[in-house]
């Protein structure tokens, strides 16, 4: 079975941006829906986007919408988070996980990654 590798986190200030890559290890991208979750320090999972085998977006949370954006590159077999005007609480361990589907249901994605830790913070 195969698992994801997220990078591309790290420290910025208030108002920056990151881009988070996701790419599967042991299976193949193309043939799953893949959500980006994230886990702030001490709090629970929130579902932050997914993207469809197709390119759709059905998801975005009002947390992060008109900040972050989602996309995919099945030829570079890699899934991204573009994270704009970052704030505090964005502040999260970051994960993308694959399903069948866009349905943001944590226990039912599969091949997460050991995430990528995102810190906003001057």
């Known amino acids: 079975e195969g698992h994801f590798v997220e990078s591309g986190g790290g420290l910025v200030q208030p108002g920056g941006s990151l881009r988070l890559s996701c790419a599967p290890s042991g299976f193949t991208l193309d043939d799953f829906d893949v959500a980006w979750f994230r886990q702030p320090p001490g709090k629970e999972w929130e579902g932050v986007s997914c993207v469809t085998t197709g390119g759709a977006v059905p998801f975005y949370p009002p947390s992060v919408r008109g900040r972050f954006t989602i996309s995919r590159d099945n030829a570079k077999s890699t899934v991204y988070l573009q994270m704009n005007d970052l704030r505090p609480e964005d502040t999260a361990v970051y994960y993308c996980?694959?399903?069948?589907?866009?349905?943001?249901?944590?226990?039912?994605?599969?091949?997460w990654g050991q995430g990528t830790q995102v810190t906003v913070s001057s």
């Open positions: 996980a694959a399903s069948k589907g866009c349905h943001m249901n944590y226990n039912s994605f599969g091949s």
